[in-house]
């Protein structure tokens, strides 16, 4: 599933792409991905122009002229591509939005989806999430408040939406990695010094990610060297048996709380 750096990098790469381009046509052959009928979708689109694209959490909200906004959720398996008739993946598109001679096909969305809303509903929307971690005042401070009194071990609280927002199970697995900590271990066990090693760790895998394009394996448009850079970054999602790269001890894959969790046993403590 696409976390934090993947759909910072769609938000960055679709910007140039469709940003003030007037859209020319819809189609929709999955109507269960919007929350609204497909012709009042087309409707509203059609002429409309994407002004600006934002990111909370693993969400994008594409804000139309018009102030409506289009909250996109990919959830596991969807993904984007932007092409023509010519360049376009070989795949089922749940919603297609032209935009004269380029498109932005939606591919995957079984249990993603797109949807409207007015721009007075998105606090509502969001207001179970937790805080961007890499937003600058979220200070090791706040990010020490935000955990006090959780009693969860780091992986199922890292991939808490409500307590920090826009990590998933790959992330989490890298940032305990990076900090030398166990995913197993507990919140309130952690010390002072480990708690500030978690904060920089998550910081630097986060943005290391981002700058790397993040780990998705699909191309946003032809030529895009950009998307997926940090898959093979990845230094424990994944690599089940491989020799861990600070110490050569075979990684581990374990269910830890019911997620996948991938870590070194002899390096983190
Ligand atoms: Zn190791």
Redesign the pocket.
């Known amino acids: 599933m696409p976390e934090l750096p993947e759909m910072e990098t769609y938000r960055q790469q679709l910007a140039p792409l469709i940003q003030g381009v007037p859209i020319t046509g819809v189609e929709v052959t999955r109507p269960k991905s919007l929350n609204v009928e497909p012709e009042q979708f087309a409707q509203l689109l059609r002429g409309n122009r994407i002004l600006q694209i934002n990111r909370r959490a693993k969400h994008l909200l594409f804000i139309l002229a018009t102030g409506e906004l289009l909250v996109l959720h990919l959830m596991l398996g969807g993904w984007m591509y932007v092409g023509s008739d010519e360049d376009k993946p070989d795949r089922t598109f749940q919603v297609t939005i032209h935009f004269g001679a380029k498109s932005l096909y939606f591919i995957g969305l079984r249990l993603g989806y797109l949807h409207v809303h007015l721009p007075e509903e998105a606090e509502a929307i969001f207001k179970k999430l937790g805080p961007e971690p890499l937003q600058a005042d979220f200070t090791f401070e706040r990010f020490r408040q935000t955990l006090q009194g959780k009693r969860g071990n780091l992986k199922v609280t890292l991939v808490d939406q409500s307590v920090i927002s826009g990590i998933g199970n790959c992330y989490s697995d890298e940032i305990c990695f990076y900090a030398q900590l166990l995913p197993t271990r507990k919140i309130n066990d952690l010390s002072e010094e480990e708690l500030q090693r978690l904060y920089q760790s998550m910081r630097t895998v986060l943005l290391e990610a981002i700058r790397y394009g993040g780990y998705m394996e699909s191309p946003l448009y032809a030529g895009d060297r950009l998307t997926g850079g940090f898959d093979s970054r990845c230094r424990v999602y994944d690599r089940e048996g491989e020799p861990?790269?600070?110490?050569?001890?075979p990684?581990v894959f374990e269910e830890v709380s019911s997620r996948k969790c991938f870590y070194?046993a002899?390096?983190?403590a």
């Open positions: 861990c790269v600070r110490c050569g001890h990684l070194c002899n390096c983190q």
